[in-house]
């Protein structure tokens, strides 16, 4: 496989890992976590998405 596409197809894979593992934490914090925190970090996650 060319080098350049080689890296760029671990580039992504390692991008997915981090997404999912974002993911993974917010879920563990969002259960663990008292209802009104998960409200308040809910609103920050839309502007910050925006």
């Not at 890296?7 to 390692?14: E, I, K, L, R």
């Not at 981090?18 to 970090?41: F, L, T």
């Amino acid at each position: 496989m060319n080098a350049e596409l080689e890296y760029s197809v671990m580039q992504y894979h390692a991008s997915e890992l981090r997404r999912a593992a974002a993911e993974q934490r917010r879920v563990r914090e969002a259960v663990k976590g008292p209802r009104s925190e998960r409200r308040h970090r809910s609103v920050f996650a839309r502007f910050r998405a925006s």
